[in-house]
């Protein structure tokens, strides 16, 4: 009966030691951390506080800036309620969402009456007769954003290039975004440019701690331009979503195809090349800062090892003198030796002293060089080794080839 209890209490105190795991580990954790149970909890409900606040109703306000059909400024920064947005333009909560949310992946979302834009500083609705631009609260991109608004409005009213009017929106929208990314870009170069030459002359530590952080600059620089090039290429892979962006034509009901949207893929294109060129050269800046850093450490071994010789040579001279003071200090104990009584005792215990240190500091310097030199010794004869067998197997090889080629000849004759 003890047996059979044992079996069924052992599952029992397992499954209470495994609910009692993730508390005590996280005791624990905070322990390390300093923090006690109901300092955690309290830590633990302000995250997520302030996660639910971030996701809040679509009841809330958005800021929005109003341009109708001809390019003229009909609202700016007016408050619309999110659900007005929504039944007005047909619009989901989800795709609002993705504009006030600050959101690092740029989209180019697709819908009935429009296209809603996500990309870097711009955030913007297109419809066939008009333009909303979201400015979310708490931007700091206001001085972009007037730039912005004002090459929109002169775009939406010249209509000389012969572009639909959501088109020429979409030009402006593209161009705003690539004038940003090639403005970051050339600021980045100067300042990677400008250190890099610095570095040159002096390698100073926080000069170095500097190209470690623009090198992070440039990676986070790097992965957006890659983003809006992936954005791009996915709007231009899907002929549906290319052929409803038409949205005049949609409009004035005129029937259009799947595969007709040449005029705007080869806009699209045109941004994406750009963009490519961008993300390339930033590639290229990127590169010269890795070689800079890796030439930089060399640098720095080589002096460190410098250092180490350095240190190991006043280790060696210093085991010579020491071999030396060793055989004067048998001579300086309390002991009758009755060399003293001799008149050439103490220049020959000096010159032997002497030449004993002098000939250990000599045969430890040797053995170092031996040592610095003993990595590459096996290398070269190896690869002389190597050589000399792939001379005499393309040789053999010739030579056979060449008695083949005069056998056959006999033969033909």
């Known amino acids: 009966m003890q047996g059979g209890t044992y079996v069924i209490q052992q599952p029992q105190q397992q499954a209470r030691q495994m609910m009692s795991w993730p508390g005590q580990g996280r005791s624990r954790n905070s322990s390390r951390i300093g923090l006690s149970d109901e300092e955690e909890e309290t830590a633990r409900s302000a995250i997520l506080e302030k996660a639910l606040k971030s996701r ?8 929005c800036t ?24 047909q619009l989901n909560p989800r795709d609002l969402r993705k504009i006030d949310v600050p959101n690092l992946v740029p989209t180019i979302l697709v819908r009935k009456d429009g296209f809603l834009i996500n990309i870097l500083h711009i955030r913007a609705l297109v419809k066939a007769d008009s333009v909303i631009l979201f400015d979310t609260y708490g931007s700091t991109e206001t001085r972009l954003h007037s730039i912005f608004l004002y090459h929109l409005e002169h775009n939406l009213r010249s209509k000389s290039s012969g572009l639909p009017y959501e088109f ?17 870009m050339v600021l980045m170069r100067h300042l990677v440019g400008s250190l890099l030459s610095e570095l040159e002359d002096d390698i100073d530590r926080d000069k170095f701690k500097r190209v470690l952080h623009y090198s992070r600059r440039l990676m986070a620089f790097q992965n957006r331009g890659k983003l809006v090039q992936q954005a791009l290429e996915e709007v231009l892979e ?12 949609k409009k004035a009901g005129v029937p ?5 949207h040449d005029e705007l893929e080869e806009l699209l294109e045109s941004f994406s090349k750009q963009v490519e060129e961008i993300v390339n050269e930033t590639d290229t800046t990127i590169s010269n800062v890795q070689s800079t850093q890796e030439i930089v450490e060399l640098i720095l071994d080589s002096n460190r090892n410098a250092l180490l ?25 309390n002991l009758l030796s009755h060399m003293e009584e001799h008149s050439y005792a103490f ?9 004993s240190g002098v000939v250990a500091s000599i045969m430890g310097l040797r053995t170092m060089q031996k040592i610095r030199r003993g990595g590459l010794g096996p290398t070269v004869q190896t690869q002389r080794t190597q050589k000399s067998r792939q001379q005499r197997f393309i040789g053999e090889r010739l030579a056979r080839l060449h008695s083949n080629t005069d056998h ?4 033909s004759q």
């Open 238 to 249: 899907q002929d549906e979503d290319l052929a409803a962006m038409y949205l005049s034509d």
């Open 168 to 184: 020429r929106a979409l030009d402006s929208i593209l161009l705003s975004v690539l004038s940003a990314l090639e403005a970051e």
């Open 347 to 355: 220049p020959v215990v000096v010159g032997v002293a002497t030449v």
């Open 309 to 333: 010789a350095l240190d190991l040579k006043i280790s060696i001279a210093t085991m010579g003198i020491g071999f030396g003071a060793l055989i004067a200090g048998f001579f300086g104990m």
């Open 408 to 411: 056959s000849r006999w033969m």
């Open 256 to 260: 259009r195809s799947i595969s007709s």
């Open 56 to 63: 809040q109703p679509t009841d809330l306000l958005l800021r």
């Open 66 to 89: 109003i341009l109708d059909g001809n390019g003229t400024v009909k609202t700016i920064s007016g408050r619309f309620k999110k659900s007005d947005l929504c039944t007005e333009h």
